[in-house]
């Protein structure tokens, strides 16, 4: 299609799951993308299957050194970047009573300080060079609380209102960067079939996990993808600032 000609774009978690299926898509629609993962073989698979429209860098979103380098990687390769699609992440379960403080601090630290860090390089690169977009994965969790999810949904919940602030800020002082959040709900991913598979019954938590999803529905990280591709794309430019939920209707009842 195209939608992306022209694009360079920065994917954190791009070895697997969403982030890799987004990559795919962003250079199947024209755009130039960076794979950045803390797993960098992984990211070089993908990006070695994408072909010469992708590259491959590792990075540890928590520790700002890696994404010193990480941008200075993806600067050198694509000689800019105008998107950016914050993927990484991580799903830990732990009610308020269960989850100690370590756990606590690694899933904010992944999912929301991570993503500002992200959002904060983007933001000052982008200003100086013409505006861009910002995509952040949060989830259905980030918009409803669920007892077992503690510490992931008020690090999702997080980076809903981060994004919020971000668009905010760049609309203030007209900066031309865009920055909306994605809400997904059950997704046939390796972190989601990870957490099923860890669970004490991993047969009851895979029945809890497909109860949440509308019968007949069965989504695939490339359905995700889809909407962050659209949203990346020049189309989507009155879109800012928004929450775009993408569960098949869980969340309509």
Not at 194 to 218: C, Q, S
């Amino acid at each position: 299609m195209g939608r992306c000609k022209g694009k360079r774009a920065l994917v954190t978690g791009g070895g697997s799951g969403i982030g890799a299926a987004t990559a795919r898509l962003l250079a199947s629609d024209g755009a130039m993308v960076m794979l950045a993962d803390r797993d960098v073989d992984a990211a070089r698979s993908v990006a070695s299957e994408i072909g010469e429209a992708a590259h491959a860098t590792e990075l540890q979103v928590t520790d700002q050194a890696s994404w010193d380098n990480a941008i200075k990687a993806t600067l050198d390769a694509l000689g800019g970047w105008d998107v950016l699609v914050n993927c990484a992440g991580i799903l830990r379960r732990g009610t308020i009573e269960s989850t100690p403080l370590d756990m606590w601090h690694d899933v904010i630290n992944v999912n929301l300080t991570g993503t500002w860090r992200g959002c904060r390089a983007a933001v000052a690169h982008m200003r100086e060079n013409g505006g861009g977009g910002i995509v952040n994965l949060s989830s259905v969790s980030g918009l409803v609380g669920d007892s077992e999810l503690c510490a992931y949904d008020a690090s999702k919940g997080g980076v809903r209102l981060l994004t919020k602030s971000i668009a905010h800020y760049c609309t203030e002082n007209q900066l031309g960067i865009r920055c909306n959040s994605i809400h997904p709900g059950v997704i046939q991913t390796p972190m989601v079939h990870n957490y099923i598979a860890e669970a004490d019954d991993p047969e009851n938590e895979r029945k809890l996990w497909d109860a949440f999803t509308p019968e007949g529905v069965n989504a695939q990280a490339e359905d995700v993808a889809e909407l962050i591709a659209f949203i990346a794309s020049d189309p989507s430019h009155l879109i800012n600032g928004a929450e775009l939920v993408i569960d098949g209707g869980a969340m309509a009842s």
